[in-house]
């Protein structure tokens, strides 16, 4: 030993006289030396199950750890499956709704060519009435006949 200060020597030291016997030459153990050796032994018990408890300890941690790195992935890969799924309903609805706006929009063009044919047909029945009423006028003009309709008319304006 190069530096025989150091407490680490010097309890070597001291632990090596009290195993081998004192300095003297004692070859007999001391209860000193038993007592040592026990407290010694239990220390190294101690220092064991220390290393022991931090393994596990460090054991529990990596396998929590693990499991939480495994939960949190499979909350992102479920969590991408669902707004796959909300995505492709939106989609879908997208659809549908534009299906459903094509096919309102065909009704109202068919709609309103039905009103178009109803004007067109009551325009023509219109101008049928017109003519058949000039025609009746001029008729009535030559004869000098008057239309019984138009007193009773005139009766309902007096009253």
């Given at each position: 030993?190069?530096?025989?200060?150091?407490?680490?020597?010097?309890?070597?030291?001291?632990?090596?006289?009290?195993?081998?016997?004192?300095?003297?030459?004692?070859?007999?153990?001391?209860?000193?030396?038993?007592?040592?050796?026990?407290?010694?032994?239990?220390?190294?018990?101690?220092?064991?199950?220390?290393?022991?408890?931090?393994?596990?300890?460090?054991?529990?941690?990596n396998r929590a750890h693990?499991?939480?790195?495994?939960?949190?992935?499979?909350?992102?890969?479920?969590?991408?499956?669902?707004?796959?799924?909300?995505?492709?309903?939106?989609?879908?609805?997208?659809?549908?709704?534009?299906?459903?706006?094509?096919?309102?929009?065909?009704?109202?063009?068919?709609?309103?060519?039905?009103?178009?044919?109803?004007?067109?047909?009551?325009?023509?029945?219109?101008?049928?009435?017109?003519?058949?009423?000039?025609?009746?006028?001029?008729?009535?003009?030559?004869?000098?006949?008057?239309?019984?309709?138009?007193?009773?008319?005139?009766?309902?304006?007096?009253?």
């Amino acid at each position: 030993m190069a530096d025989d200060s150091t407490p680490l020597a010097l309890a070597t030291i001291h632990e090596e006289n009290i195993v081998h016997g004192s300095a003297k030459g004692d070859a007999h153990p001391t209860p000193d030396r038993d007592a040592v050796l026990a407290r010694i032994e239990r220390e190294k018990t101690l220092a064991l199950i220390k290393a022991w408890e931090e393994n596990e300890k460090a054991k529990a941690v990596n396998r929590a750890h693990k499991k939480l790195v495994e939960i949190g992935s499979w909350e992102t890969n479920m969590k991408a499956s669902v707004e796959a799924l909300i995505k492709k309903a939106e989609e879908d609805m997208e659809k549908k709704k534009a299906e459903h706006v094509a096919k309102f929009r065909i009704k109202i063009a068919k709609l309103h060519e039905e009103v178009e044919a109803k004007r067109v047909t009551i325009t023509s029945r219109r101008g049928e009435v017109v003519t058949k009423v000039e025609d009746q006028a001029t008729k009535f003009r030559s004869t000098g006949y008057v239309p019984r309709d138009f007193f009773r008319m005139l009766r309902l304006l007096k009253q």
